[in-house]
């Protein structure tokens, strides 16, 4: 069984900024996509970014331009960097990959 263990989130002001890491217990021997999503107070879990095979990305437009995913497939591990972070960026984020999902880590933009 693997599990995915993320790591980084917390409290920070607008503004501020935040690196997610997920990490997998177990190497998968191939991964196909890699991604983040948020679930917002009150809100369905949504896509905020991913990998997929041949390194394309997608994000979700309201992080375009201030989010930046990197993945690295052969030690199964995904980042998320979060810069100029908005209250409305709130929420619990839950790593995947391929079909595994992570715990999911609180992040908070509060003043």
């Known amino acids: 069984q693997v599990q995915l263990v993320e790591s980084g989130g917390g409290l920070v002001r607008p503004g501020g900024s935040l690196r997610l890491s997920c990490a997998t217990t177990k190497t998968l021997s191939r991964v196909y996509v890699m991604g983040w999503y948020r679930q917002a107070p009150d809100k369905e879990r949504a896509l905020v970014a991913h990998?997929?095979?041949?390194?394309?990305?997608n994000y979700a437009d309201s992080v375009k331009g201030r989010f930046t995913i990197s993945g690295d497939i052969a030690k199964n591990t995904v980042s998320l960097e979060m810069n100029a972070l908005k209250p409305e960026d709130t929420g619990v984020y839950y790593c995947?990959?391929?079909?595994?999902w992570g715990q999911g880590i609180q992040v908070t933009v509060s003043s």
């Open positions: 990998i997929v095979t041949g390194g394309y990305t």
């Open positions: 995947q990959i391929n079909n595994n």
